[in-house]
């Protein structure tokens, strides 16, 4: 597998928060929050790609030699399962909260095999 290269990283505003955004080969891109050597990861996008093939995972493979945790928030829950696996590969150090429309709720456990019990049994979730 072939790792995705960086065409280019900016930062912007993002309310009072300043975000990093990471423009990879093929329209792939990763918007988040840094903290000295963490990572806040809100969006991974493979642009107008197919999924299944990789591109996600691969710029996770680019992310993680540059920060010692990197975490996911506002994961929409249908891409769950694909962070479950990414945090099961060891991309992905924790997964804080799921967004469902408007909606915010943080995740209670954070325990890989947990996690997935409770994904599949719908108890997932806790409202803030």
Not at 44 to 52: E, S
Not at 61 to 70: D, Q, V, Y
Not at 112 to 123: I, V
Request: contains cysteine; proline residues 3%.
């Amino acid at each position: 597998m072939q790792p995705l290269h960086e065409l280019f990283e900016y930062n912007f505003l993002y309310g009072v928060r300043l975000a990093t955004a990471y423009a990879l080969e093929y329209g792939v891109k990763i918007i988040g929050f840094e903290e000295q050597d963490s990572f806040e990861v809100r969006v991974l996008t493979i642009g107008k790609n197919p999924r299944r093939t990789g591109l996600g995972k691969k710029a996770l493979l680019f992310l993680r030699p540059k920060f010692t945790k990197i975490t996911v928030s506002e994961i929409y829950e249908g891409a769950l399962p694909f962070w479950l696996k990414m945090m099961e590969c060891g991309l992905v150090d924790e997964l804080l909260s799921i967004k469902d429309g408007s909606a915010i709720y943080r995740l209670g456990e954070t325990n890989n095999s947990k996690l997935q019990a409770d994904y599949n049994n719908g108890w997932l979730v806790h409202e803030i």
